[in-house]
């Protein structure tokens, strides 16, 4: 397990957060700036945290109070930059036997050169390798040294869409197997969703909601879990009664499920609108424009002159902008997203 409780500031940012990692992949999820990689750069020991603790299976690394400070080639850390970070003077061969000590085994070297595919690039060096080359290579050598704890930094950022695709499955493969906590951050929601198992929304260095990945994706507490997990439609909102709000930006009453919570946003993704119905939870189109993507239509609509832009997305297979646009659109109670103060 690795526990995290730490506290830094540089400059006017705060980072302050607390989690714990058992045998899984866990994500930061958070816009650029939010704090994810200082995170990841506190436990390796990259940075020094101004006050808390950070400790892996009860082995403290760093403790404030007791004046530990494990120096970070003593951590047992495997980190994957987003850059990658290989040693520009080291082969492929140096680089990976580079984390494997000071008696490399040869055979377990070989082992690592077929996993990810490297068999003819032993002798090649970082600036000969393609993008995705680096990346194995790095995650070959993290791996080799055999760490306790893995830490990914956007380990597909610098990849093209169609190859980050290919080595995403790679490291689906290797974490499944791997079985021991690690860290991924990311600001890409789809890879989160499909890799890992809990996540952490980070916000300007405070950890705001820690939730299992289908639970934080079906129903975000708050307005920064929301946008993070894609949700288009945010509005200011305020309670009429127990199970009506109001949002005067979109110029629409709602019914919604009773809660006790004092509401102050409510949300909606764009997918969960339905071109139909009327009455309660029902959307006039006044004014709108279509924005086409290579597989789905995107229609924003006012329901009044100065009011805020909604977005309905729509599968091009199920809706043409031929059909006509629909004078309203219609929104079940149990797809209303509620976030309090």
């Known amino acids: 397990m690795l526990e995290v409780r730490i506290k830094k500031s540089v400059g006017q940012f705060c980072l302050d957060c607390e989690f714990l990692v058992e045998n899984e992949v866990f994500a930061l999820l958070g816009a650029s700036g939010s704090g994810k990689s200082m995170t990841l750069k506190c436990i390796a020991g990259i940075e020094t945290p101004d006050y808390g603790r950070i400790a892996v299976d009860g082995h403290v690394l760093f403790d404030s109070e007791r004046k530990i400070n494990v120096a970070p080639q003593k951590r047992r850390i495997g980190y994957l930059f987003e850059d990658y970070a290989l040693f520009p003077h080291m082969t492929v061969r140096q680089n990976i036997m580079s984390g494997m000590g000071k008696r490399p085994d040869v055979n377990t070297f070989k082992q690592y050169i077929s996993r990810f595919f490297l068999q003819g ?11 995705g080359q680096k990346q194995r290579a790095a995650m070959a050598r993290m791996l080799a040294a055999e760490p306790d704890v893995l830490l990914l930094d956007e380990p597909f950022s610098a990849l093209d869409s169609h190859l980050s695709w290919q080595i995403e499955q790679q490291t689906r493969a290797v974490l499944e197997e791997w079985r021991k906590p690690t860290v991924f951050v990311s600001h890409s929601r789809d890879e989160v969703f499909r890799l890992c198992e809990r996540a952490a929304c980070i916000h300007q260095g405070k950890i705001e909601e820690i939730a299992s990945v289908r639970e934080l994706f079906l129903h975000p507490a708050t307005k920064t879990a929301a946008v993070l997990t894609g949700c288009k439609n945010i509005a200011e909102a305020y ?23 004092s509401v102050s946003a409510v949300g909606i993704r764009s997918h969960h609108l339905k071109p139909e119905g009327s009455g309660e939870n029902y959307f006039p189109v006044h004014t709108y424009h279509i924005l086409e993507d290579a597989f789905e239509w995107n229609l924003s609509f006012r329901t009044k002159e100065d009011g805020a832009w909604i ?8 809706w043409s902008p031929a059909e006509g646009v629909p004078e309203g659109f219609w929104v079940s109670q149990g797809d209303i997203l509620l976030f309090g103060e």
């Open 239 to 261: 309670r009429l009664d127990s199970s009506h709000i109001s949002a005067p930006e979109w110029g629409v009453t709602l019914l919604v499920p009773v809660t006790a919570i």
């Open 121 to 131: 690039l032993e002798e090649a060096y970082p600036r000969q390798l393609s993008g």
């Open 311 to 318: 977005q309905w997305s729509v599968s091009k297979t199920e």
